[in-house]
């Protein structure tokens, strides 16, 4: 089921002067997605992971949280398909590229993304780098709804490309059952994924990106770990979310790297790191 679909969402505009945000029908530049009843600290964690994708090199619109009068945080973004008061800029998901809906917006697969890439974009040696990236950081963060309305284009002037990363979120700890690890099926598996479906399969085989550039994305992953735990800890999240988000880390880095967890990890937060 996806979190993201049943969350409200509201369309925006800043006022600067009044610092305050006004809801609107039409020509809004922000989405404010407030608490969903049903899942816990949606907001916050959302947040905290789009925070933890741009420390790692991938692109996200501005954001951030708001405290309501009710003391519940909302999260906002700021729409990157907006330019000015109503200006807009052509935006396709990746739902709409493959002749899919919301309701067929699971019916594919990661190798169909891939095509879709080399098909539409401009330069789509880059975009797949970006892709690969992505790929690889929903994995770690445990985020398992990353389905085709969650990849997007753009067009800029004359060149296509992928748009900044959005609804970013670790699923895994607000599921009470989580059962896949991939929205959309990779060498035909959405859980139980191994080093080598995810690079030596996908990353070479599928995307065809050489070991230079791989190993430069692991160690982009490898040296920013540490600030990913330190930022985790300063989040809004409650000490029993954050050791659940630890403990998603530090499984899924054991199986890409073959380490469970750095020094700075132990149970800081009550819950046992996996081995």
Same mark, same amino acid.
């Given at each position: 089921?996806?979190?993201? %679909? ?5 369309? &925006?505009?800043?006022?600067? *002067? %009044?610092? +305050? ?8 530049? @922000?989405? =404010? ?5 049903? #899942? ?18 991938? !692109? ?14 909302? @999260? ?15 935006? !396709?998901?990746?739902?709409?590229? $493959?002749? +899919?809906?919301?309701?067929? *917006? ?18 789509? &040696?880059? !975009? ?37 990363? #959005? ?13 896949? !690890? ?10 139980? =994924?191994?080093?080598?479906?995810l690079l030596d399969y996908f990353a070479k085989e599928r995307l065809g990106l050489t070991e230079r550039i791989i190993d430069k994305i692991l160690a982009d992953f490898a040296q920013i ?8 800890? &300063? ?7 954050? $050791?659940? #988000? =630890? ?5 899924? /880095?054991?199986?890409? /790297? ?10 800081? @937060?009550g819950h046992e790191n996996s081995k």
């Amino acid at each position: 089921m996806s979190i993201q %679909g049943v969350q409200p969402k509201l369309s &925006a505009r800043l006022l600067i *002067k %009044g610092q +305050r945000f006004i809801l609107v029908d039409q020509n809004g530049q @922000y989405i =404010l997605k407030p608490q969903i009843a049903d #899942y816990v600290q949606v907001p916050e964690n959302e947040d905290l992971t789009m925070r933890l994708a741009a420390l790692v090199g991938i !692109e996200v619109p501005l954001h951030g949280l708001l405290h309501g009068q009710d003391g519940a945080m909302t @999260y906002f973004i700021k729409r990157f398909d907006r330019i000015g008061r109503k200006g807009k800029r052509h935006v !396709e998901d990746f739902a709409q590229l $493959g002749g +899919r809906n919301r309701e067929t *917006k699971y019916r594919s697969s990661m190798e169909q993304v891939a095509k879709l890439i080399e098909s539409f974009c401009t330069f789509p &040696a880059v !975009e797949k780098v970006k892709f690969l990236r992505l790929t690889l950081f929903s994995f770690l963060v445990g985020n398992e709804d990353m389905h085709l309305k969650n990849f997007s284009i753009i067009r800029k002037k004359d060149v296509i490309s992928m748009t900044p990363a #959005y609804d970013l979120l670790n699923t895994t700890i607000v599921l009470s059952q989580p059962e896949e !690890e991939l929205a959309l099926p990779l060498n035909a598996k959405k859980n139980k =994924l191994k080093r080598e479906d995810l690079l030596d399969y996908f990353a070479k085989e599928r995307l065809g990106l050489t070991e230079r550039i791989i190993d430069k994305i692991l160690a982009d992953f490898a040296q920013i770990r540490p600030e990913w735990e330190v930022l985790i800890g &300063a989040s809004f999240l409650s000490d029993e979310m954050k $050791g659940k #988000y =630890l403990k998603v880390l530090n499984e899924r /880095f054991a199986r890409i /790297f073959g380490v469970s967890e750095t020094k700075e990890s132990g149970n800081q @937060y009550g819950h046992e790191n996996s081995k």
